[in-house]
């Protein structure tokens, strides 16, 4: 019995982002472990921790028993003290420990994925406690790797991977979340229509449809006469709505044609992750 074909895609994705980090981090020095990754309070090494302890939570590995100290200012909701368990118990782990580390873990996670058996629907145990589907965790972790092997190129100076396969994952991700983001959290009045245009190398035109009872829906079909279109390219889609980039502190990445009031409601509102 072969691994489901729902599943594969992700395995697939999720496999080229978690090698494509380790070739970016195999070769740092001390300085470059320790550099600001652009997420608040977390340094490179931080970004890595944090893979290692999800895929070792993936892994069915227990949770460290850890509290958190109280000054770490970054740290502000339930998620946030989740996912710091993880990253502050390996702050004190020295760059090469991190680096044996995340390859005995992958290894680890490459081969528990190679025999994986289990149907797309079976229930699994995911972040806090909560129940998903095997597909939805697994799609969750290739988008989340994918998301990071990004901030460690940014910060590192090496760009890539921007439509890999983790990418077109991270693209359906993202579209999934843009309906809430225009009619219930800018809350856009009914009847608008909202166009998404991002060019690059993941390409693709939206269009948002707020119906007269305020729900919005997505799909492929032009609009001639959108209320507000955003264009904008594929990198600066994906900041902006992993929340690494905030449109109304860092200038105009986004180009905004027709309602000015609604289209700036939209980019205040645009980031969909914790």
Known sequence: MTVHPNLQPYIDAWTQSADAVTDLVSPLTDGEWHRPSGLPGWSVKDVVSHLIGSECEALGDPRPIHTLPVDLYHVKTEWARYTEVQVDIRRHHTPPEITAELEYTLIRRRRQLRN??????????????RETTLEQYLRTRAFDTWVHEQDLRRVLGRPGGLDSQGAYVARDVLLERLAKVVAKDAAAPPDSVVVVDVTGPVDFMRTVRVDAEGRGSVDGRVSLAPTVTLNTDWETYVRLACGRLRADADGEPVKLDGDQELGRAILRHFAVTP
């Open 116 to 129: 994986e058996k289990r149907a797309p629907e079976a229930v699994v145990r995911g972040p806090l406690g």
